[in-house]
């Protein structure tokens, strides 16, 4: 017994240190325990066993076809799964992110545009495929396009990956524009980027995102794809004439005096008034040959040049129209050489319409008139020792923007030209008397005055019926009673 009783708390010291280290044990598993929950909870519940990318899942079957989820970048979704979660990987987390959040939901946001999918395995092993594709935010600008345009209700929006598709209708071609300027904004916008634990969300700069659309990975520039249609008419025809109105003033006065023996004066008269002209010849003369004969001539001459062109141009489309010819201008090169340079001269005009709401047009109309001048330009030729006289082209050209409606029209004018010339002829001393000089000499007064007149008429052109005959259509060939009785052909008003 005494033996016993020293070696009993031997024994005894030698069990406590172990269920020491068991205790130990147990409460460092306890501890490790509670410092695993603070990080669970902060993942809203997520299982940490849960593979997110590159995990292991031991799948004993499929649940049918693939789900497909859209999102967009920076927003989120619930996925009810069915059933309780086991595990789940997602092929790029780059593109979404998924968090445990019920045991059989699962709380899925975008990060980037692209596209990628997602195996969540159930409990009982069988495991469903998401496809998950992370777009623009069609909805977005669908609506935007609602609230500033509520007339034009046939355009709508989709997305494909990093484009936006405009597809539809609008009414006119500024409105094309509009929508288009809009969905451009639209897509420059900052998209925000999804919040990962331990870090505030945050927006992407612009500065930050891609520099061109070529970029292939997520977050490359997004586009805009317009398949957008117009239903007003985009053709605009142009009804034209014009008229070169040349007003041409000539005075002439003329004395001649002769001399000749013998006889008694006889006087005579001639005028010749016509339409713009007029001259008159008065002759006073003796029978001795002694006379004087004054020519006075005044010549006032309208000339009209009409061009009556029909043009047609799409709506935002320039048109153009030229009533002259070319001439070939030398031009020197920088090695020595000389080249021919086309120059257009005459009757010309360019235009640009462009189709507004309401049938408006907006007509931006640019006339001109050059024609050669009289008098060249002297060059020296260099080595060749000589002047060269190339042509020179004198121009007159104005440009404008009007609106009109259907059917209307406007003129354009005030491209005037002057041009005057006098000569005095004379005898050398005798024409410079005062008074008795205008005897001794004569005077031509010339003016020239040119001034273009442009009157246009702008239409939309309209589709006719199927089937419509043309003005022509009913026309026949007379035959030799309808001459005889002085019938007319068919379709021709006597």
Not at 26 to 48: F, H, I, K, Y
Not at 52 to 62: I, K, M, N
Not at 312 to 320: D, L, M, N, R, T
Request: proline share 8%; net charge positive.
């Amino acid at each position: 017994m005494t033996g016993w009783l020293p070696r009993a708390p031997r024994r005894q010291g030698r069990v406590l240190p172990s269920i020491s280290c068991l205790a130990l044990r147990l409460l460092a598993g306890l501890l490790a325990g509670t410092l695993v929950l603070p990080a669970t909870a902060a993942n809203g519940g997520e299982d940490s066993t849960a593979p997110q990318r590159g995990g292991s899942l031991h799948c004993r079957g499929s649940n049918g076809a693939p789900w497909r989820l859209q999102l967009q970048p920076g927003k989120s979704s619930m996925l009810p799964v069915g059933g309780k979660v086991a595990g789940r990987s997602i092929g790029n987390p780059g593109v979404a992110q998924a968090v445990l959040v019920a045991p059989d939901t699962l709380y899925v946001a975008g990060v980037a545009i692209g596209s990628t999918n997602m195996v969540v395995q159930l409990a009982s092993g069988i495991c469903q495929l998401v496809d998950i594709d992370v777009a623009l935010d069609a909805a977005g600008l669908q609506a935007a396009l609602a609230a500033l345009m509520p007339l034009e209700k046939g355009v709508r929006v989709t997305p494909a990956a990093d484009s936006l598709v405009l597809s539809g209708a609008v009414s006119d071609g500024p409105t094309l524009v509009q929508v288009l300027e809009l969905a451009q904004a639209y897509v420059r916008r900052p998209v925000p980027q999804l919040a990962t634990p331990g870090a505030p969300a945050s927006a992407a700069s612009p500065a930050s995102a891609p520099p061109s659309a070529a970029d292939t990975g997520p977050g490359a520039s997004p586009r805009i794809v317009n398949l957008l249609s117009v239903t007003a008419p985009q053709q605009v025809m142009l009804e034209v004439k014009i008229a070169e109105v040349s007003k041409t003033l000539l005075d002439k006065l003329e004395t001649s005096v002769l001399m000749k023996a013998g006889g008694s004066w006889t006087a005579t008269l001639l005028t010749n008034f016509l339409s713009g002209v007029a001259k008159g010849h008065a002759d006073l003369t003796r029978a001795s040959g002694k006379g004087v004969m004054i020519d006075a001539e005044r010549q006032d001459s309208l000339v009209r040049i009409l061009a009556e062109p029909t043009l047609i141009a799409v709506s935002g489309q320039e048109g153009s129209f030229l009533a002259g010819g070319k001439i070939l201008i030398p031009v020197a090169q920088d090695d020595r050489r000389v080249t021919l340079e086309e120059k257009e001269f005459g009757v010309g005009l360019r235009f640009t319409p462009t189709v507004l709401s309401g049938g408006r047009i907006n007509l931006k109309v640019a006339p001109e008139v050059s024609e050669l001048s009289r008098e060249g330009v002297g060059i020296s030729t260099g080595g060749l020792g000589g002047t060269a006289i190339l042509p020179l082209v004198t121009t007159r050209r104005s440009s404008t923007t009007v609106q009109l409606n259907d059917g209307q029209s406007f003129a354009i004018g005030g491209l005037i030209r002057n041009h005057q010339n006098t000569g005095v002829k004379g005898l050398p001393l005798l024409a410079e008397i005062p008074v008795l000089g205008a005897l001794f000499r004569s005077t031509d007064f010339l003016h020239e005055r040119t001034e273009l007149l442009f009157v246009i008429t702008a239409r939309l052109v309209q589709p006719q019926a199927p089937g419509q005959a043309l003005p022509t259509g009913d026309m026949a060939p007379p035959g030799r009673a309808p001459l005889m009785l002085g019938a007319h052909p068919a379709g021709e008003q006597p």
